[in-house]
T-cell receptor, first 109, second 113 residues
Framework: GQNIDQPTEMTATEGAIVQINCTYQTSGFNGLFWYQQHAGEAPTFLSY??LDGLEEKGRFSSFLSRSKGYSYLLLKELQMKDSASYLC??????????WGAGTKLIIKP | IAGITQAPTSQILAAGRRMTLRCTQDMRHNAMYWYRQDLGLGLRLIHY???????GKGEVPDGYSVSRANTDDFPLTLASAVPSQTSVYFC????????????FGPGTRLTVL
């Protein structure tokens, strides 16, 4: 079966670092995506991992361990504009995305 | 048009009425998708199309139908709306290969009374 788990909500302080975890169990795996979604808006692409390891893109990094069914999104130097929901999704063998429920990140000054 | 558009932005609909949500993309993507997003449940796939002329059922297809007459357009029809179809609907498109991101439209907020 397909299952993706991520925390419902997290709180962090402006300027700090936060790690959002995602664990998954899927049949067929073509990689893992992270999307950002601000309230009332559409999801937008952040990162894609298909090989084990860390992908860095500016203040955001994403890590994948295929053997553990685990990924995390690391956000550094947090800014108020980073307050959003972060969605984890795996791509299956038919290239469709299976979505987690999302993690709402609240940034406090 | 730049990217992917949806219409209407929002709609209030009486139960039992028929409604078509429109989606158009100009990126020449072969694959298109319809999702609904409800609080606490994340994005759920309703229907998809891997190429013009073909469609498939997603996780929650009941009560919805789609067509894909050409590459650009992918309308979603609710034949007889029910209150449980109150949701935010997102259309997305991509090239259906490993690693290709999905691009999302701005969404349609639908309320069925």
């Amino acid at each position: 079966g397909q299952n993706i788990d991520q925390p419902t909500e997290m709180t962090a302080t402006e300027g700090a670092i936060v790690q959002i975890n995602c664990t998954y169990q899927t049949s067929g795996f073509n990689g893992l995506f992270w999307y950002q979604q601000h309230a009332g808006e559409a999801p937008t692409f952040l990162s894609y991992n298909v090989l084990d390891g860390l992908e860095e893109k500016g203040r955001f990094s994403s890590f994948l361990s295929r053997s553990k069914g685990y990924s995390y999104l690391l956000l550094k130097e947090l800014q108020m504009k980073d307050s959003a929901s972060y969605l984890c999704a795996t791509q299956d063998s038919n290239y469709q995305l299976i979505w987690g429920a999302g993690t709402k990140l609240i940034i406090k000054p | 048009i730049a990217g992917i558009t949806q219409a209407p932005t929002s709609q209030i609909l009486a139960a039992g009425r028929r409604m078509t949500l429109r989606c158009t993309q100009d990126m020449r993507h072969n694959a298109m998708y319809w999702y609904r997003q409800d609080l606490g449940l994340g994005l759920r796939l309703i229907h998809y199309s891997n190429t013009a002329g073909t469609t498939g059922k997603g996780e929650v297809p009941d009560g919805y139908s789609v067509s894909r007459a050409n590459t650009d357009d992918f309308p979603l029809t609710l034949a007889s709306a029910v209150p449980s179809q109150t949701s935010v609907y997102f259309c997305a498109s991509s090239d259906s290969e490993a690693g290709n991101e999905q691009f999302f439209g701005p969404g349609t907020r639908l309320t069925v009374l």
